[in-house]
């Protein structure tokens, strides 16, 4: 067996590659994709406090997780440190390795409101938070952060210092403020200071499209692992280390009917193949499919004939020379 790569507190994480949590995104089914594709550990969509407490429907598939996904986080969204303390016990019965709180996401009617990056204006809350959740609860806690609200309040080090010194026991660091959003360039050098400034496990986020990327932040930065999101989906294989040029037509086929499937079994149909269209543009992107048969495909409502039409364009392009692509 491979040995630990990290700890989160006692919980060993096996690998450097990770999955980063996106809501709408990173939902069972492609979670489980991507652990068996190599992603170390699982983190769910992000989970608000207030839908976990008064039980909303549709708050249980959010935080479904298949066993083989472990180790696996359950995100939290609050600006509230009781609510997200209350959530958090209420979810600690279903069995999460971690608990991590979401201090990243840059979503307007969620940083507006003070949660998710919206938080980091306010470090006390922060505290506060950590101070109950590692007090009350009996698992790891982490935080997933930005390096601040905007470029005059890039207060990324004081957060961090704040999570270690109040038990957290890791940290993700996306290296864009809350104001960049996903504009601009990832600040490498940022999250470099905040590995070499706290004792817990950092894993860096920002700016990772291919395999190489991955050994130039980990070296850049000395983090323990690179946590990816937007590249992952149309290419879940860079959790193998594999870019997607590397990918025959065939195995993207394979695999979009893997994940359809699991989709559908998770969902139910019609919903889960409408829920699936946002990863089929992501697969079918690089083969730039014309605008007619993207139309078609993407409104398609019969999984079965979806997955014919897919077949039939993936297996026209296998045909054709690797340029193509």
């Keep these: 067996m ?3 790569s990290f700890s989160i507190g006692s919980v060993s994480v096996q690998g450097d590659v990770i999955l980063a949590p ?28 207030d839908d976990v407490i008064h039980h909303r429907p549709g708050i249980g598939r959010r935080f479904a997780f298949d066993p083989m996904e472990r180790p696996i986080a359950f995100q939290i969204l609050d600006n509230d440190p009781q609510r997200i303390l209350e959530a958090a016990l209420l979810l600690e019965r279903f069995s999460p390795d971690v608990i991590d709180v979401n201090l990243g996401c840059s ?4 940083s507006q409101r003070g949660s998710g990056s919206g938080m980091l204006r306010e470090p006390q809350k922060i505290a506060a938070t950590f101070a109950l959740l590692t007090r009350h609860l009996s698992i790891p806690v982490s935080a997933k952060i930005r390096l601040g609200w905007d470029d005059s309040s890039r207060n990324y080090l004081e957060v961090a210092h704040i999570i270690q010194e109040n038990g957290g026991s890791l ?7 809350r104001h960049q959003a996903y504009s601009g360039a990832a600040d490498w050098d940022a999250i470099a200071e905040v590995c070499s400034s706290v004792s817990i496990p950092v894993i860096a986020n920002g700016d990772v499209r ?3 990327d991955i050994t130039r932040l980990k070296d850049h930065t000395g983090c323990a692992a690179v946590m990816i999101g937007r590249a992952a989906v149309g290419n879940p294989w860079i959790f193998s280390r594999r870019d997607r040029p590397e990918i025959p037509p065939d195995e993207v086929c394979a695999t979009i009917k893997t994940h359809l499937d699991a989709v559908l079994a998770f969902y139910g149909s019609p919903h889960g193949l409408v829920l699936f269209r946002k990863f089929a543009r992501g697969y079918l992107s690089p ?16 999984p079965c004939q979806f997955m014919t039409e897919v077949t039939s364009f993936l297996s026209q392009v296998n045909a054709l020379p690797p340029a193509y692509s």
């Design 2 to 4: 491979t040995s630990a």
């Design 171 to 177: 940290l993700a660091v996306h290296g864009r403020t």
């Design 22 to 49: 996106m809501d709408g995104l990173s939902d069972q089914p492609f979670r489980s994709l991507a652990r068996r594709l190599g992603s170390a550990m699982s983190y769910t969509e992000f989970l608000c406090a």
């Design 210 to 212: 291919s395999a190489a």
């Design 287 to 302: 083969y730039h499919p014309d605008p007619a048969f993207s139309h078609r495909l993407l409104t398609e409502t019969d």
């Design 107 to 110: 979503s307007r009617h969620v």
